[in-house]
């Protein structure tokens, strides 16, 4: 099992650096984040209307104070994450945080946007354009803040490496282009890349985050991340990994890493306690290696036969906010994508979604 335990695991090791990697090095540039390419969202972002011009610089206003309501009352905007009994702490540990850091208000209130865009279809384009004018104002202030994490400001930047993780991946999963998979690839990669960035940033923030009141539900999410694969969902794929002749060892073994990541997501799905059921959907996206994102964007056939079996995954969690029908979607566009010979390998996830 690789060092990568969990979203922010313990004791951990700087990752090799390798220069043929997609993945950028957030360190050479200081700690700081691309802004989002506002072309890389979901299709309805990107047609936005002008009409509902609003100053996002106040200091206050009554469209903020709405979006930061819901973002502390609704209970299904991080349903992708952590479901422990902390959750009323965590959210009361955000708003002190955020207060200090007004990268982290910007973000709560831009995913807070985002949440109710895609539960609101009746006026989307008014919280899409919240959601794109206040996380590229979060992350510009987060750009412009000191680079050091230490004890003061360690607890906001993990906050706001996860709601933006979130709220990157709810743009990814959104995604529906004239261009099909290069469309929807486009948008998971950068989604991706960005996420491996936000991890990187926190891992030397560890030892300071198990001091802070935050301890109990990390030390909760490593154990469940840290635990062995039992489930045999991902057996088809292991297989076809280890006869390809087209990958080489290193490729091999960035495959096996994330199908061992894929199978605890399986496993979790059918736990009695739901209580962790969905967290991998959202956390395959950081520790699954960043050189997977290479394999991805060349459409390398077993790199988006794996992808599949993560579509199985969204296709479980469909009734998340977040999801829908991305699962389905998705593996539709691999299969059309890949040649007929390719087919066999993809026959138990299309089975499991017939039968769902």
């Known amino acids: 099992m690789s060092n990568r335990d969990c979203s922010f695991a313990s004791d951990p090791q700087p990752p090799p650096q390798d220069a043929n990697s997609s993945t950028s090095d957030p360190s ?9 390419d506002n072309n890389l969202r979901s299709t309805s972002a990107t ?4 009409s509902h011009e609003t100053s996002f610089n106040s200091v206050v206003n009554m469209e903020h104070m709405e979006l930061f309501i819901h973002g502390i009352t609704n209970k299904d905007l991080f349903s992708l994450g952590d479901k422990v009994e902390h959750s009323q702490e965590t959210l009361d540990i955000c708003l002190k945080e955020s207060v200090k850091a007004p990268y982290l208000l910007h973000q709560v209130l831009a995913f807070s946007a985002r949440h109710l865009a895609a539960i609101r279809p009746e006026r989307p384009t008014r919280y899409l354009d919240q959601a794109v004018k206040l996380q590229t104002r979060a992350v510009s202030l987060f750009n412009s803040t000191k680079r050091e994490v230490d004890s003061s400001n360690c607890l906001a930047i993990l906050l706001f490496s996860v709601t933006l993780g979130h709220h990157l991946l709810a743009d990814a999963l959104a ?3 004239s261009d099909g998979l290069d469309g929807f690839l486009t948008h998971y990669v950068q989604c991706v890349e960005m996420n491996w960035g936000l991890y990187r940033l926190t891992l030397s923030a560890w030892p300071l985050l198990l001091s802070t009141e935050l301890e109990p539900v990390l030390s909760w999410s490593s154990q469940q991340s840290s635990k062995d694969p039992i489930g045999n969902h991902c057996e088809p794929i292991i297989q076809l990994i280890n006869e390809s002749m087209a990958l080489s060892n ?3 073994e960035v495959c096996h890493e994330a199908i061992q990541y894929l199978q605890l ?9 739901d209580g962790s059921r969905y967290r991998m959907i959202f956390q395959w996206t950081m520790l699954a290696s960043p050189e997977l994102t290479g394999l991805l964007a060349t459409k390398r056939p077993e790199a988006l036969i794996l992808l599949g079996y993560y579509a199985l995954l969204l296709h479980y969690g469909r009734s998340l906010w977040q999801v829908g029908d991305t699962g389905e979607y998705l593996l539709g566009l691999i299969v059309d994508y890949l040649a007929p010979e390719w087919h066999i390998w993809l026959e138990y996830p299309r089975r499991m979604m017939r039968q769902n």
């Not at 050479?28 to 989002?36: F, N, V």
């Not at 997501?265 to 306690?273: I, K, L, N, P, S």
């Open 265 to 273: 997501g399986f496993d979790a799905m059918f736990e009695e306690d």
């Open 47 to 50: 047609s936005l209307s002008d």
């Open 175 to 177: 995604t529906r282009s």
């Open 250 to 252: 290193e490729e091999k």
């Open 28 to 36: 050479s540039r200081e700690g700081s984040l691309p802004s989002p």
